[in-house]
């Protein structure tokens, strides 16, 4: 039978057939998919439940329940300083829907989005399927840190869109406030979309402070931002995200929207609206992140790995090239089997050389983790 060879030429995502090798396998640790282990907060459970009791679950309205919307836009205002009405907030089924989206709504074949590397799979493979080109910017060499001339070198008249990520998965670095107001600078006259994937914005742990680019009053016109509740309040099951995006965009975007889902979950929607107004505070949940992390980067870099500053989301990665040539997947293979530690390898984030360790189990896992490790290393 026939199958768009777009989506033929996909490959199902290396972090998942990691996962699912391990979880075949006795007493692997396994630190491979952004899952953590700290549930959703009683109270958002709880009141989801009455709430499905004491109401027949109907289709929610098309763009989100309004008083979601309201919740969300007041949260950006209150917590980042940036305005937006609450028609400008479009629900999706989790942060993945809302880059689908996004991404199905403005591109068309053979344009060009730029794609900063290590990045999430998910951007490559959406970008593929759209029929469009994703174009790499590697900033491992720098740090992580990406400057206006690295995106001058490859912008083009194809360029529909630049996709920005911080804090990032896999490095956990954030752009620091200069950088994003030099980024703003160049691209402000640029006919292109920035994409700014924020999913990972209340994970916030170390000295360097998160700055929005949706803040750039120069670009905010032209910029899509990607968020939900998977990670903020440990909501991964419950597929609820959203974007939010200037009306003109946003009008179009919700066709897509439509069209693709129908609304999501209105009883995720309501647990969306709970998780706003009765858990805003979710510092502890990055400070105990914070702590892993911290612990991952020391024994790691005690160990001799280059270590990236993570300064928020729960991921460590690491530079091994001082212990293997080997490639990253090899390398992660042969720790898997040897000393039963399920990392992910650099390659899946498009950069080889390197290891994420996913902090999602407690400090204790963590720390046997470290010594399956090093004893592999030493032996
Ligand atoms: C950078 C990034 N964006 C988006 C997502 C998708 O999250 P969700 O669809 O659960 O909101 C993830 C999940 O790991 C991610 O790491």
Redesign the pocket.
Known sequence: MYINPRVKELEVSIIRQIAQKAAKMDDVINLT???PDIPTPRVIVEKSIEYMKNNQLKYAPTGGLEELRIEIAKFYDEKYGIKYDKDEVLI????????STTLKGILAKDDEVIIINP??S??DALVHMYDAKAVHIDVSKNDFILTSSMIEEVINEKTKAIIL?YP???SGTILPKENIVEIANFLANKDIYIIS?E??SEVIFGKEEYYSIAKCDNVKDKVIV??????SHS??GW???YLLAPLNIRKELIKVNQYTITSPSTLSEYGAIVALQEVSDVSSMAEEYGRRANLVTNRLRELGFEVADAQG?F?IFANYKKFSDKDSLTFVLDILEKAKVALVPGSAFGVDGYIRVACTLSLDNLKTAMDRLEKYLNS
Do not use: Q
């Not at 999706?92 to 880059?99: D, H, M, R």
């Open positions: 998919i952004g899952e999706t089924c989790g942060s993945t829907e809302a880059l990045a999430f998910l951007y990520n990032s998965n896999p994937d999913i990972y990607i968020n939900g509740f998977s990670k909501m991964t597929r609820i995200g989301a991921y």
